[in-house]
């Protein structure tokens, strides 16, 4: 049965850009929340952190890192030269792709992001919506889906309302 999901970006909402060994911070806290509340956590990029090559590395070490804190990634997925073009955002082939491998139901899904580009794949997947942190303005065309922003990931629960109301993650399972 599919389930509600949330997409997060690696870069930016997950780690510093900069330091990609690092999780920022209150990262374990919020994931830990969802981990207790059985929310699946899907990590994404269109720009990952390292080489390609070294990508299968660096998603042990971010996976190690976050079970550390007490959180867990369903799946991390990332736009790497082997896969389509779709699966470079704005497009949403990358989205699709873990909803479909996961079993996630998008419709009730959320992505927390760090661009624009976030919030139109969002959109174009059919997600409930998209949280934009790293103090991001969101665009200013109507997308579909509910839009919002805020400071980092801990802090994105606070504003994913859905647009009939309620708590995200509360909503029947389709």
Not at 51 to 59: G, I, L, Q, R, V
Not at 123 to 137: K, S
Request: aromatic share 4%.
């Amino acid at each position: 049965m599919p389930r509600t999901a949330l997409f997060v970006e690696i870069p930016g909402v997950l780690i510093a850009a900069w330091a990609p060994d690092l999780l920022l911070p209150n990262v374990g806290i919020a994931l830990r929340r969802l981990r207790q509340r059985n929310v699946p956590v899907i990590a994404v990029t269109d720009h990952p952190p390292v080489e390609a090559d070294e990508f299968p590395d660096f998603t042990e070490r971010l996976q190690r890192a976050i079970l550390e804190v007490g959180g867990e990634l369903a799946g991390v997925y990332a736009a790497l030269p082997d896969k389509p073009a779709s699966w470079r955002k704005p497009r949403p082939g990358m989205l699709l792709a873990a909803a479909r491998e996961l079993e996630i139901d998008l419709p009730t899904s959320w992505l927390v992001g760090t661009d624009n580009a976030d919030a139109h794949a969002a959109a174009q997947a059919g997600l409930a919506g998209v949280v934009l942190v790293e103090g991001v303005d969101p665009p200013t065309e109507e997308l579909g889906i509910v839009v919002a922003t805020a400071r980092d990931l801990c802090d994105a629960p606070r504003v994913m309302i859905p647009r009939q109301g309620g708590c995200w993650h509360d909503h029947p399972q389709r």
